[in-house]
């Protein structure tokens, strides 16, 4: 569904060169959950971005579902590709109530029957109908999150990008979203890439997983050398030693 | 009473409609709570008032001149503030004038604001050369006084109400302009934008529903705040008989009148400057008021 060949962001700050990314390859297969990993300016975020147009591709190619993307990404891309964001804070317009914020994407897309895809999507994330019309800053942070999950979840998308999306929520919170998106994507059949810095979070969700570090791929590793604890790489294995203990 | 309480605190609102006037009753409630604030929109209030039922409440014709009656001091019975140096009403005359200084105001807010906030957000949104361009020419007008420029316009215009408020209203805007650019830079690359975009909004889109909510507060703020010195320019230009002519009653006009009698009969110039004065100090009030509710960094609490 998602295959990135030799991807390498580049970003020009202050006359000096930031090699955010540099040929990193991956291929994600449809209905597949994929996961990066790596400490925080590791790059993983950034593949995420440049996924979506939100970082420029300096090298390389990204394809959806075989075809190459366009810059800029464009409405069908819009259809296929969704996105949620680290902060539910920051990601939800603080003068938008809900009811915009999930009816907007029907109205750039000129889709109808608006009121009663709003009041599925909210059903969707188990949200009660009645904060339709609430603004953000009347939820908590994991009733902002499954807005946003809704919000990208407006157009169908087949692929949803997750950057860290519950890193800014609690523990018991956390729980609750992950086995939200986990729910989705069974009824959906959606294909997951997700960036996280908590190998436990990857651990949870994703079938492979992308260990990264200063903007190179470390090592792939599949569920069962998670199990097995057969990483190849000094890096990957500091990285799993440091979150084992919450991973069983 | 106590029901539309009520229906404004519903936690969860039934309507569009009703989440809006939820939250502009919780505004309203902390509006409330600064009593200057409160001060300043009466005074605002009372000059719209003034400006609506001026035919009602003036005692006297403002125009019509009465040579036996000249400067007649104030506490007169009939004329209170005075008559001036025609033996035309003082008070006829502040009554009409606000007409003209509401008239001005008016035109003022529905024009600058607009242009700046306009090129404002699309300077801050679109950046680049589009950026550069706009906010030098926005430089270019900042860099003349305001009056001198307003004056040179109405020079080249010839002088009149709509020339003086068109002299206003396009020297006017360009602080509009970079109060609406920097906050458009504080948000265009927000988590909320990004999302937007990635539904595959057009640049219009986000700009009207999407930046322009955001900059709102501040150039409101910035608006009534600017109020007082539009005024101030309106009189300014009438002063200097550029604005508003004679025989039409225009505050700054009245103040130029008054002032070839300041020291022997004072009130002719001192009461048009009270009435500037006290519909100023209502103006930045109101200003200071709506910072403390519209402001984002403090709304939402």
């Known amino acids: 569904m998602i295959e990135i060949d030799n991807l390498s962001v580049i970003f020009h700050a202050n006359h000096r060169l930031v090699r955010a990314v540099e040929g990193v390859s991956l291929s994600i297969a449809a209905r597949e959950s994929f996961g990066l990993v790596g400490e925080s300016g590791s790059g993983k ?79 969707d994330v188990g949200l009660p109908t009645s904060f339709r019309f609430r603004y953000p800053h009347q939820l908590s942070g994991g009733q902002r999150q499954r807005v946003a999950i809704a919000r990208a979840l407006m157009l169908e998308p087949a692929v949803l990008l997750l950057d860290e999306p519950t890193s800014a929520l609690d523990a018991s919170v956390q729980a609750e979203t992950l086995n939200l998106l986990s729910r989705l994507r069974e009824e959906r059949g959606l294909t997951f890439l997700m960036v996280s810095h908590d190998l436990a979070v990857i651990d949870h969700m994703c079938d492979r997983i992308l260990v990264m570090q200063h903007g190179r791929a470390v090592e792939e590793l599949d569920r069962a050398d998670l199990v097995n604890v057969t990483m190849k790489t000094d890096y990957a294995r500091s990285l799993f030693n440091a979150s084992a203990d919450r991973m069983l | 009473m106590a029901g539309v309480a009520t229906w404004l605190r519903e936690p969860n609102p039934t309507s569009r409609w009703q989440a809006r006037a939820g939250q502009g009753y919780l505004s309203w409630l902390r509006f409330c709570r600064n009593p200057l604030a409160m001060i300043g929109l009466a005074i605002t209030v009372l000059l719209v008032l003034m400006s609506l039922f001026a035919p009602l409440l003036a005692p006297h014709d403002p125009i019509a001149q009465d040579l036996t009656h000249r400067f ?14 025609f ?11 606000s007409r003209i200084t509401l008239y001005i105001v008016v035109l003022v807010i529905l024009t600058a604001p607009v242009v700046g906030l306009i090129i404002g ?31 040179a316009l109405v020079a080249v215009l010839g002088p009149g109400i709509e020339n003086a408020v068109l002299a206003i209203a396009l020297t006017s805007w360009p602080p509009y302009a970079r109060v609406a650019r920097a906050e458009t830079l504080t948000v265009r690359n927000s988590d909320y934008i990004a999302a937007v975009r990635l539904q595959g909004a057009g640049a219009a889109r986000i700009i009207w529903g999407h930046i322009m909510p955001m900059c709102l507060p501040s150039v409101i703020i910035r608006v009534t705040l600017d109020m007082a010195g539009v005024i101030l320019i309106a009189a300014g230009l009438g002063f200097l008989g550029l604005g508003v002519q004679p025989p039409l009653p225009e505050w700054g006009m009245m103040i130029s009148s008054g002032r070839k009698f300041l020291f022997d009969q004072w009130w002719v110039a001192t009461m048009p400057g009270l009435a500037i004065f006290i519909v100023s100090l209502g103006f930045n009030l109101l200003g200071d008021g709506l910072r403390d509710v519209l402001d984002p960094r403090s709304a939402g609490r």
Not at chain 2, 72 to 85: Q, V
Not at chain 2, 87 to 97: P, T, V, Y
């Open chain 2, 121 to 151: 957000t699309v300077a801050g949104y679109f950046g680049g050369w589009i950026d550069q361009v706009l906010m030098r020419i926005t430089d270019i007008f900042l860099a003349f006084p305001k009056l001198i420029l307003a004056l």
């Open chain 2, 87 to 97: 033996g035309r009403d003082i008070w006829s005359r502040i009554l009409f004038g």
């Open chain 2, 72 to 85: 007649i001091p104030p506490g007169t019975p009939g004329n209170w503030l005075g008559t001036d140096d």
């Open chain 1, 45 to 123: 975020s950034t593949i995420l971005r440049a996924v979506c147009g939100l970082a420029p591709i300096t090298g390389g190619q990204i394809r959806i579902a075989g075809e190459p993307v366009l810059t800029p990404r464009g409405r069908a891309f819009s259809r296929r590709v969704q996105m949620v964001f680290q902060d539910p804070y920051a990601s939800l317009h603080p003068r938008h109530t809900i009811d915009r914020v999930l009816s907007e994407p029907l109205a750039i897309h000129g889709i109808g029957d608006t009121d009663r895809k709003v009041m599925r999507a909210l059903e």
